[in-house]
């Protein structure tokens, strides 16, 4: 085994390879094909003629979401509201949904109505902690746009495709921006005695 590298790096650094990183292993899900290992799934072949690993895909994209409204903490920005009208609103470190304003900005360029993004944020929070989608929510491999859909009062459509190419334009503009946005801070662990060897990344 290889000894841990307890390489020092900035904060910016790390979540910049965080998100590239996210964005490779999304690449990967969307590519995998459940019809060429239908012994592992359960379910009927003619269920996933299409089905890919779309459950951990859609997570990691809303992460990307999450870390990018994150870095705008205490800063007010200008968001498209309901479609029709700007705002300037103010993401708030102890309103966590808040951090969802950032798919109305121009890193995503989404027109979703405040509801829209606390129903978002409620099926991203249902995702990532209970590992299920809500159920007027469908995952959708066409690219459709934009990548998330709203179809009459309630049903969401999320284009995975779409998401992810929206995904890439945003990490891209954020590494432009990343060093305006936060002081590099340098990452330090408290000290600890390390005994044996362990694999690192």
């Known amino acids: 085994m290889n000894k841990i590298n307890r390489r020092e790096r900035n904060t910016n650094e790390m979540c910049i390879e965080a998100l590239e990183e996210m964005l490779i292993v999304i690449d990967f899900c969307l590519g995998y094909q459940k019809k060429n290992d239908p012994l592992k799934w359960s379910v009927n072949i003619n269920d996933i003629e299409r089905g890919v690993l779309g459950l951990p895909a ?44 950032i798919l109305n900005s121009d890193y995503f ?10 129903t978002i944020y409620n099926l991203r929070s249902r995702l990532l902690h209970n590992s299920y989608i809500l159920k007027k929510t469908i995952l959708s491999l066409d690219s459709g746009e934009p ?7 309630e049903v969401f459509f999320i284009h995975l495709i779409s998401f992810l190419d929206a995904c890439r334009s945003a990490v891209s503009k954020f590494k432009e921006r990343i060093s305006d946005l936060e002081p590099k801070l340098v990452y330090n662990e408290p000290s600890i005695n390390i005994n044996e060897n362990y694999p690192t990344t």
């Open 58 to 101: 859609a997570a990691l994209m809303f992460c990307i979401v999450d870390t990018i409204g994150s870095m705008y903490i205490d800063k007010v920005l200008e968001f498209n509201v309901d479609g029709t009208k700007k705002k300037e609103k103010k993401i708030n470190e102890k309103r966590i949904r808040s951090f969802f304003w």
């Open 109 to 118: 360029n989404l027109n979703l109505s405040e509801d829209d993004i606390s």
């Open 147 to 153: 990548f998330i859909e709203k179809r009459g009062d």
